[in-house]
């Protein structure tokens, strides 16, 4: 039996104009993602808010988002996203782990050091937090309890080379230069492109080592990764060598 040619324009009309929205609203998502990995982060932004109307609980759309916002320099912009998040997911560690690592930025460390022990009270492994709540707890001044926090996070994360250089760093407080320059070695042979690490192991050289030679090799190698301070440090040296 022949099905009739109107029938068929009427099957294809029919698909043509079916819509279900939680097939569009995951590829708003995945377009979302796809532009993050292309760094097109106002287009992530504009993408996944559109997601997060309808999926409001999404931990993922959220953490990219706020990311993106991040990455833009938006920090206070993103600090609202999370919080939005932490609104649907209060226990949600990535979204804390974020909201602690953006109240550090904005130099609101105890904030942050009482989210990162939020996370650790919950996950007392969780090497993330410890780095971090290790890094606030140095810029607060206190070198002990980073100390402890820095050497657990180095044992849960040995590949981790921010935490080798937030150790350095506490270590380079307590004028611990050897021990300090080992951890700056550390992080950069475990991430050779780390800008940051190339910068203190630079000035270690420089201000408590006596020597300017290597420190204008770091230097010259944290500038050529795009770190400003280094290349405001090459400058300077290489207007005291001799001629």
Known sequence: MRRSSGAWIGVVILVAGFSCPGLAGQSLLDQGKEAFKAQRYGEVIELLGKYLQNQPDSVEARRYRVQALARLGYPEEALTEVNQGL???????????????????????????????????????????????????????????AMRDLNRAVKLLPNDPWAFNHRGMAWLCQNKYQTALNDFSTAIKLRPDLPHAYFFRGN????????????????????????????????????????
Do not use: T, W
Request: hydrophobic share 35%; with cysteine.
């Open 204 to 243: 270690l050289y420089l201000h408590h080592m006596n020597r300017p030679d290597k420190a204008l090799v770091d230097f010259k190698e944290g500038c050529r990764l795009g770190h400003p301070l280094c290349c405001q440090e090459v400058e300077k040296l290489a207007g005291n060598e001799p001629e």
């Open 87 to 145: 609104k649907q997911r209060p226990n949600e560690i990535s979204l804390l782990l974020l909201k602690g690592g953006l109240l550090g930025e904005l130099s609101r460390r105890k904030e942050a050091i009482e989210v990162f022990s939020q996370v650790l009270r919950a996950d007392p492994q969780n090497g993330e937090a410890l780095k971090e709540r290790g890094a606030n707890l140095a810029n607060e001044g206190k070198i002990g309890a």
